[in-house]
């Protein structure tokens, strides 16, 4: 748990780094000094994908955490994100329903495009990579839950700790003085194997996808 812990502190701060440095004195000239930042929530519909996978259905749940949004002018921006993610899938057969919750720390660098005039509500659109790193996995049967790698003997698991993905989306931006609401839907379509079980019936892996729907409040610090 202390190395995952050191890993997300070095992805989130190298991200945020890299971006921060990279664009913020552009953007802090190109929009008058206008930088946002604020929290973001919203729900997870997310499943495991792949021929390993084909009868996982979407588990719901939740996602939260900070975004950040560096405009480039008037139109264009940087977004990058800092995000508690629950993701997972359902299994069920007449024996019940096999639950699997993964949760992660989630970073997305988006680039995105405003429509419309500034100041007024103004659609958008967006796509970039994300990098995620898991915290934990656990299986959830009507008998309760336990680890993923508790039952490891039963049902072999193999975690992988980096998940890497693509995020595209859109929503509106709603202006109230020095706030901005913002409304979004995106997709995320994993890059790499998330999970990796040996079941008496075979093989059973797959890649994390899906949509989630979301709500923030970010605030702009210096502009105009």
């Known amino acids: 748990m202390a190395r995952r812990l050191a890993l997300v502190g070095g992805v989130l701060g190298l991200s945020f780094a890299v971006t921060a440095s990279a664009v913020a004195q552009q953007s802090w000239k190109a929009a008058g000094g206008g ?25 719901t749940a939740f996602y939260g955490g ?4 560096l405009p480039l002018g008037s139109i264009f921006f940087v977004q990058p994100e800092a995000l508690y993610a629950q993701k997972g899938a359902k299994w069920t057969d007449p024996s019940g329903t096999l639950t699997a919750k993964l949760a992660y720390v989630e970073v997305p660098i988006l680039l995105g495009l405003n429509f419309g005039t500034a100041g007024s509500t103004r659609p958008r659109v967006y796509a970039g990579p994300t990098v995620g790193v898991n915290l934990s996995c656990d299986y959830e049967t009507s008998a309760g839950s336990v680890s993923c790698g508790t039952i490891s003997t039963a049902l072999p698991t193999t975690i992988k700790t980096l998940d890497l993905g693509v995020t595209g989306g859109g929503g509106l931006s709603i202006p109230f003085g020095r706030a901005t609401f913002t409304l979004d839907a995106r997709y995320t379509l994993g890059l790499t194997t998330s999970l990796t079980t040996s079941t008496p019936d075979g093989t059973l892996s797959g890649k994390n ?11 702009r610090f210096g502009g105009k």
């Open 35 to 59: 930088v946002q930042i604020g929290p973001v929530a919203g729900v997870n519909i997310f499943t495991l994908s792949g021929s390993d996978a084909q009868s996982a259905k979407s588990r």
């Open 66 to 69: 900070v975004a950040l949004n």
């Open 209 to 219: 996808q899906g949509f989630a729907v979301g709500a923030g409040i970010m605030i």
